[in-house]
């Protein structure tokens, strides 16, 4: 099965609504990466969070390893925020191979 | 299921050898990229090759170069490494928006 289950697939929200978008593994983990790709554009790095919270601007990232899941919180959204998050893990097996989950397609309402 | 394919796993070199490494894609995507992701986790994209047509991250030295037989291939190949090129390097393609990676090479520089 796949080791990194996204959620949800896709959102659609107003703007100015806060959006949270989550991530869930089944295996063990050294750290979740979050990335944001913009609509036809490459990846650009959010999040590298082991454990426990972290902030930048308008985001948060949340990793409970004991829970097993991992949570993008983007507060008051803008339309630039559109495009799809990925989140991507980092094994705990010492490997350096990412495996990432299938991404969160989020649109804004303007 | 992997579908982007690299070689190799691991490298380990001196300073101002010649490395170069292998990318593959078996999903029919018309683009493809190289990123280098540092040691503070941060994934950066440093080339997209679609139909014959390179683009250049301005911040890439230029020791390295993308070469491409076709577009289900593009290897990256780096001149004369420096220890600041001690990274891992993720290949990825697409074909709309969602971007496929592969499980990368790890580069270590002595």
């Known amino acids: 099965g796949q080791q990194v289950q996204q959620s949800p697939a896709s959102l659609v929200l107003q703007e100015g609504e806060n959006a949270e978008l989550q991530c869930n593994f089944s295996t063990s983990l050294n750290s979740m990466q979050w990335f944001y790709q913009r609509p036809g554009g490459s990846l650009v790095s959010l999040f590298y969070?082991?454990?426990g919270t972290k902030h930048s601007g308008r985001l948060t990232s949340t990793t409970v390893i004991k829970e097993r899941r991992s949570s993008l919180h983007i507060s008051s959204s803008q339309t630039t925020d559109s495009g799809t998050y990925l989140c991507?893990?980092?094994?705990?097996?010492?490997?350096?191979?990412?495996?990432f989950g299938k991404g969160t397609k989020f649109s804004l309402i303007p | 299921e992997t579908a982007v394919f690299q070689t190799p796993n691991y490298h380990v070199t001196q300073v101002g050898n010649e490395v170069s490494f292998n990318c593959k894609q078996t999903?029919?995507?018309?683009?493809m990229y190289w990123y280098k992701q540092d040691s503070k986790k941060l994934l950066k994209i440093m080339f997209s090759y679609n139909n014959k047509q390179l683009i250049v991250n301005e911040t890439v030295p230029r020791r390295f170069s993308p070469q491409s037989s076709d577009k289900a291939h593009l290897n990256l190949r780096i001149k004369s490494v420096e220890p600041e090129d001690s990274a891992v390097y993720l290949c990825?393609?697409?074909?709309?928006?969602?971007?496929?990676f592969g499980p990368g090479t790890r580069l270590t520089v002595l």
């Open positions: 999903l029919g995507h018309d683009t």
């Open positions: 991507a893990l980092e094994p705990g097996t010492g490997s350096n191979r990412l495996t």
């Open positions: 969070n082991p454990s």
């Open positions: 990825a393609s697409s074909w709309t928006f969602e971007q496929y």
